[in-house]
């Protein structure tokens, strides 16, 4: 009953009702749900494991899609230099690319946050101190933050360590660059909230300042986050396709979407297009699907639409 129950609520809620009027929202939640899931299941799902050197020839580099000529039915997209299955390496590049921009917004996100909540509730030279820094950072690319931080890591990083570390090198570079957002949108939201009557009644009952910002403000302030963390996903995505394209992101052995761009990139100009474009196809379907999920948060969030 308590499940059915839940799921009358949502059924009824405002956001879902907003949700299925919108096709293009359908459609990009299901792009992503696939997304998500192909690469989860990867292992299984994949017709090939492109990382297994038993399974892999080189005998088959180079073999075009399979309604090209001279296609193969074993490779429906082809395979690369290497004689990998170009689809495989999609679905596994897919995994990395998710996990590394998951990761990288849910630090960024937390950083954020506890430092915007934090700088507008204390205000003071705290909230100028947090907020300068984050306009500093702000007048810096996020792609030039992410490749200082992942340079000075990877130099801190013992040099037989650094290809085991480097997704989480990554997920800090990316990280650290994106927090200023999320801290600018929760001060924002919490310079609001305090200025009501029950922040006002948690002080007069002695409530501790941590229980206040984490117990009362944070659910109220998290809305907005929510928002830019889903927009903030497409971009870290984009980061660590940029950063692996550079090839300063995952090594080679445990590519990316950007790894394998990187990879097709070489053989574009002499006739094997698809090494690099399926990838791309991959790349840029998955952060439009993203990106019109937080359009669509955004706007479902937004009381003035309502």
């Known amino acids: ?8 609520r949502v059924l009824d809620h405002d956001l879902w009702w907003s949700f299925t009027r919108s096709p293009l929202t359908v459609a990009a939640a299901l792009t992503t749900l696939a997304f998500v899931l192909a690469a989860a299941f990867a292992p299984w799902v994949a017709p090939h494991d492109p990382f297994d050197p038993a399974t892999v020839f ?27 299955c170009i689809l495989s390496t999609i ?18 996100a937390g950083l954020g946050t506890a430092l915007g909540v934090s700088a507008g509730y204390v205000g003071g030279a705290y909230e100028s101190l947090v907020m300068r820094a984050a306009d500093v950072q702000l007048t810096i690319p996020g792609i030039l933050v992410a ?6 890591a ?26 200023p957002q999320y801290a600018r949108m929760a001060r924002g939201a919490t310079l609001v909230e305090t200025s ?36 903030g996903l497409a971009l870290a995505i984009i980061s660590e396709a940029t950063l692996s394209f550079l090839g300063v992101g995952v090594p080679p052995t445990t590519p990316s979407l950007g790894t394998l761009i990187r990879i097709g990139n070489d053989f574009l100009f002499s006739g094997e297009w698809w090494i690099t474009f399926f990838p791309s196809l991959a790349l840029v379907m998955l952060v439009l699907a993203v990106n019109l999920l937080g359009d669509w948060l955004r706007d479902a969030f937004n009381p003035k639409l309502r």
Do not use: C
């Not at 490749?147 to 000075?152: D, E, Q, R, T």
């Not at 002080?203 to 963390?229: K, S």
């Open 58 to 84: 080189l005998m088959d580099a180079f073999t075009p899609p399979v309604w090209v000529e001279g296609g193969d039915p074993r490779f429906l997209l082809g395979t690369d230099d290497q004689g990998r």
């Open 196 to 231: 009501k009557d029950y922040i006002a009644a948690a002080r007069v009952i002695g409530l501790h300042p941590l229980r206040i910002m984490f117990r009362h403000l944070l659910p109220n302030v998290i809305g907005p986050v929510l928002v830019v963390g889903t927009i």
């Open 91 to 108: 679905l596994f590049g897919a995994r990395i690319s998710l996990f590394v921009g998951t990761a990288a917004v849910l630090f960024s």
């Open 147 to 152: 490749l200082m931080v992942s340079g000075v």
């Open 1 to 8: 009953m308590a499940v059915a129950a839940a799921i009358r």
């Open 154 to 179: 990877r130099t801190l990083v013992p040099r037989e360590l650094q290809e085991a570390a480097a997704i989480w090198v990554l997920v800090l570079s990316i990280g650290i660059s994106g927090w």
